[in-house]
T-cell receptor, first 113, second 109 residues
């Protein structure tokens, strides 16, 4: 299996632009998680899906952030408009079931200038 | 008080030493994860535990559900073990994953 696949790996964008991060979970996994990692705040859960349905989005920082999972094999995290403080590494992860091993993607390194 | 606490926050040891990282939690959980993050940034899942003990190579993870405590041990440590080790628990009430702050491990040759 190819593992959790994220794209882009690196993105540098100007403040105000829309950013879309993409994730392909491991086939058959029912849970998908979006995390953000910064030096100041460490690793934060933004949102997670179960069977494509958003379950908990309390970690989404504000309305500029949105996440979708239109099908079992694809999810997006969108930031519009982006701000410099959004600069972070965004990880996508998936697991077969709650309490099972979580598999992480390699992360999307976002820099907003 | 954090729901998941790790100790120590930082650990420097010589190659070959036996390493122990501890994790205590205060919530009901369905599982506990140990993860490793290398300086390059990628996160790797090491273990998922709901009871007992698991071993993989030089890594051993144990959990005591009654005491709400888990330990990660590294035997015969090596410089390539240098990384941040993160304990995370899956709450059994809402499936949310709560992270410890991580332990930064440096193994000197």
């Amino acid at each position: 299996d190819a593992g959790v696949i994220q794209s882009p790996r690196h993105e540098v964008t100007e403040m105000g632009q829309e950013v879309t991060l993409r994730c392909k979970p491991i086939s058959g996994h029912d849970y998908l998680f979006w995390y953000r990692q910064t030096m100041m705040r460490g690793l934060e859960l933004l949102i997670y899906f179960n069977n494509n349905v958003p379950i908990d989005d309390s970690g989404m920082p504000e309305d500029r952030f949105s996440a979708k999972m239109p099908n079992a094999s694809f999810s997006t995290l969108k930031i519009q408009p982006s701000e410099p403080r959004d600069s972070a590494v965004y990880f996508c992860a998936s697991s077969l079931d709650s309490g099972n091993t979580i598999y992480f993607g390699e992360g999307s390194w976002l820099t907003v200038v | 008080k954090n729901e998941v606490e790790q100790s120590p926050q930082n650990l420097t040891a010589q190659e070959g030493e036996f390493i122990t990282i501890n994790c205590s939690y205060s919530v009901g959980i369905s599982a506990l994860h140990w993860l490793q993050q290398h300086p390059g940034g990628g996160i790797v899942s090491l273990f998922m535990l709901s009871s007992g003990k698991k071993k993989h190579g030089r890594l051993i993870a144990t959990i005591n559900i009654q005491e709400k405590h888990s330990s990660l041990h590294i035997t015969a440590s090596h410089p390539r073990d240098s990384a941040v080790y993160i304990c995370a628990v899956f709450m059994d009430s809402n499936y949310q994953l709560i992270w410890g702050a991580g332990t930064k491990l440096i193994i000197k040759p």
